[in-house]
């Protein structure tokens, strides 16, 4: 798998093989085949500036385990399931 940024401030559509259509928002990332990473379409955009490849692998450009900002908390409080604390105790 081949990550794939969108750099622009616009909402991109880019042609994939099959039929297939990737849809990025601005500043978003999606990840293609290896194979779709040499389209046409794919190194068009590149060359425009409009996307940037991040990388290869299953989990390439991905940023929550370094960025500790992004990870959720799971240590410390826990979110209540129940009611509140009205009626009868």
């Given at each position: 798998?081949?990550?794939?940024?969108n750099q622009t401030s616009k909402f991109l559509r880019i042609a994939?093989?099959?039929?297939?259509?990737?849809?990025?928002?601005?500043?978003?990332?999606?990840?293609?085949?290896?194979?779709?990473?040499?389209?046409?379409?794919?190194?068009?955009?590149?060359?425009?500036?409009?996307?940037?490849?991040?990388g290869a692998g299953a989990q390439a450009g991905s940023s929550a385990?370094?960025?500790?900002?992004?990870?959720?908390?799971?240590?410390?409080?826990?979110?209540?399931?129940?009611?509140?604390?009205?009626?009868?105790?």
């Amino acid at each position: 798998m081949i990550t794939l940024l969108n750099q622009t401030s616009k909402f991109l559509r880019i042609a994939l093989s099959r039929g297939k259509v990737l849809r990025l928002g601005p500043r978003k990332e999606g990840q293609v085949s290896s194979n779709d990473a040499g389209l046409d379409s794919i190194k068009r955009l590149v060359d425009d500036g409009s996307i940037k490849i991040m990388g290869a692998g299953a989990q390439a450009g991905s940023s929550a385990a370094a960025n500790p900002a992004l990870r959720t908390n799971v240590q410390g409080h826990h979110t209540r399931v129940g009611g509140g604390r009205r009626g009868d105790r």
